[in-house]
C-alpha cells in the first residue's frame, strides 16, 4: 500500500498535544503516513538560531505536503512570525478556508457551508511599509505629490498596497479549480473597486477573465462592506468566496465566527510547489500541556490534506467521525460544552480516541 511521505511540524504551546491527536486519527483512516517530523518555533531558536531553519524548508520543498500545529510569535522583540515566514519562503499563494456548520457547535447560524479562498502574497500584507518622519517616506510622499498632484500630510506613515495580474489571476483561478474539483456552484470575487480602482479595479477586471474560461460556474462579485452584511444577513446565498488578502484576513474570522469559532476552523496554505495544513486558531499558551484544548480545527485540517492527496474517503470518514462526535456532544473538549465548566468534558486526547472509536465503529458497521 502507498504510504505518503509529509513533513509534520508539531507546533509550540498547545500545538505538541494537538498534532499527537491529529497524527493518530490520521492513521486510523487507514491512510498510511511516513512522517518527517520538523521541529520549529521558539525552542529551536534557542539551539539552531533561527526559528525556521532551513531544513524545514527543504523539508516541505521535497515531501510537498506538511502539516503543522500552531507556532507561537513572541511580540515586541524576537524573531517575525514563522506562519508567515513559511507561506512566503514557499510561496504558498492560496489560503483555503472552509467553513461549515457542524450540529452540536454553539452557533447563531445553521446549514452554513463557505470556503473562503485568500490571496496569501500581495495586498497591504506585502509588508512593504514607512514609517512616519522618516526620510524614506518624506521621499516617496514627495514623489507621490509630484506624480499624482495630491497633497500627503508630511505627518503621514504609508502602507503600499500592490496588487497585481498575475497574483490576482492565479488566486481567481485556484478559486475556479476548487469549485469545480468540489463540485461548487458559484464563486464570489470580494472586492472594493468602486473606491481603488488600479488594485481592487485591477483584481475585479482580471477576476471577470478568468471566470470566462468556467462557463459551468457561476460568477459575481460583491463589494466588501456589503459582502460582510450580507454574509450575516444570509449567508446561505455564497459557497466560494475569492478575496485580495487583507479583505480575505477578515472575512476569514466573520465566516469562522458564523460556524462557531476557531476550534473548528480548518485551514490549508497551497502553492504550486507545496501545501501547508494548519488550524486556524494560535498555540493557545495559557493552556499549554493541560491536556484541554479542541483538537477538531488541526483534525479537519488533515482532512483537507487527506482531499489533497485524493484519499477522498479517508477524509469523509475522518470529518463524518468529527461530525458524529461533535453532535453526541459527549467526548467533547470544554469549549464545546453548553458550560465551559461542564465537568463532563474530555481532554484533546480523549476527544481524539472518540473520533477514532467511532471511524472504526462506522468501519465496523
Ligand atoms: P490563539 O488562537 O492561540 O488563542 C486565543 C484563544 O482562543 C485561546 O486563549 C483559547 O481560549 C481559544 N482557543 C484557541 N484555540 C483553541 C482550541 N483549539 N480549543 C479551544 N480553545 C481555543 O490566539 P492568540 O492568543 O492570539 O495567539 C497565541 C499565539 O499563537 C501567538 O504567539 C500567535 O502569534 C500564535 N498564532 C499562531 C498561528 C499559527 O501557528 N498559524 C495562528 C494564530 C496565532
Excluded at 500545529?69 to 499563494?93: C, H, M, Q, W
Excluded at 454574509?231 to 487583507?246: A, I, M, R, T
Excluded at 497551497?270 to 486558531?281: D, P, V
Aim: proline share 4%; aromatic share 6%; hydrophobic share 40%.
Amino acid at each position: 500500500m502507498k504510504s505518503y511521505r509529509v513533513t509534520l511540524i508539531p507546533g509550540d504551546g498547545v500545538g505538541p498535544e494537538l498534532a499527537e491527536a491529529t497524527q493518530l486519527c490520521l492513521e486510523a483512516t487507514g491512510v498510511k503516513f511516513d512522517w518527517d517530523v520538523q521541529t520549529a518555533g521558539m525552542d529551536v531558536m534557542a539551539s539552531e538560531g533561527t526559528p525556521l531553519p532551513e531544513r524545514v524548508l527543504e523539508s516541505i520543498r521535497k515531501n510537498k505536503v506538511a502539516i503543522k500545529a500552531p507556532l507561537t510569535t513572541p511580540i515586541g522583540t524576537g524573531f517575525r512570525s514563522v506562519n508567515v515566514a513559511l507561506r512566503k519562503e514557499l510561496d504558498l499563494y492560496a489560503c483555503l478556508r472552509p467553513c461549515k456548520s457542524y450540529e452540536g457547535v454553539r452557533s447563531r447560524y445553521k446549514n452554513i457551508d463557505l470556503v473562503i479562498v485568500r490571496e496569501n502574497t500581495e495586498d497591504l500584507y506585502a509588508g512593504i511599509e514607512f514609517q512616519k518622519g522618516t526620510s524614506e517616506v518624506l521621499e516617496l510622499i514627495a514623489n507621490i505629490e509630484r506624480l499624482s498632484k495630491r497633497k500627503i500630510r508630511s505627518d503621514s506613515g504609508v502602507s503600499i498596497k500592490p496588487i497585481s495580474v498575475m497574483g490576482s489571476e492565479r488566486i481567481v483561478r485556484f478559486a475556479f479549480d476548487y469549485a469545480r474539483q468540489y463540485k461548487r456552484k458559484k464563486v464570489t470575487a470580494v472586492h472594493k473597486a468602486n473606491i481603488m480602482k488600479f488594485s481592487d479595479g485591477l483584481f475585479l477586471e482580471v477576476a471577470r477573465e478568468v471566470a470566462k474560461k468556467y462557463p459551468d460556474i457561476q460568477f459575481e462579485d460583491r463589494i466588501v462592506d456589503n459582502m460582510c452584511m450580507q454574509l450575516v444577513q444570509k449567508p446561505e446565498l455564497y459557497d466560494v468566496l475569492v478575496l485580495p488578502n487583507l479583505y480575505g484576513d477578515i472575512l476569514s474570522d466573520l465566516c469562522a465566527g458564523l460556524v462557531g469559532g476557531l476550534g473548528v476552523a480548518p485551514g490549508a496554505n497551497i502553492g504550486t510547489n507545496g501545501a501547508l495544513f494548519e488550524a486556524t486558531h494560535g498555540s493557545a499558551p495559557k493552556y499549554k500541556g493541560l491536556n484541554k484544548v479542541n483538537p477538531v480545527a488541526m483534525i479537519l485540517s488533515g482532512a483537507l490534506m487527506l482531499r489533497h492527496l485524493g484519499e477522498t474517503q479517508a477524509a469523509d470518514r475522518l470529518e463524518k467521525a468529527v461530525a458524529d462526535v461533535i453532535r453526541e456532544g459527549k467526548d467533547v473538549t470544554y469549549d464545546l460544552k453548553e458550560d465551559r465548566n461542564d465537568p463532563t468534558a474530555v481532554g484533546t486526547r480523549e476527544m481524539g480516541q472518540a473520533i477514532i472509536k467511532k471511524m472504526r465503529a462506522t468501519a465496523n458497521g
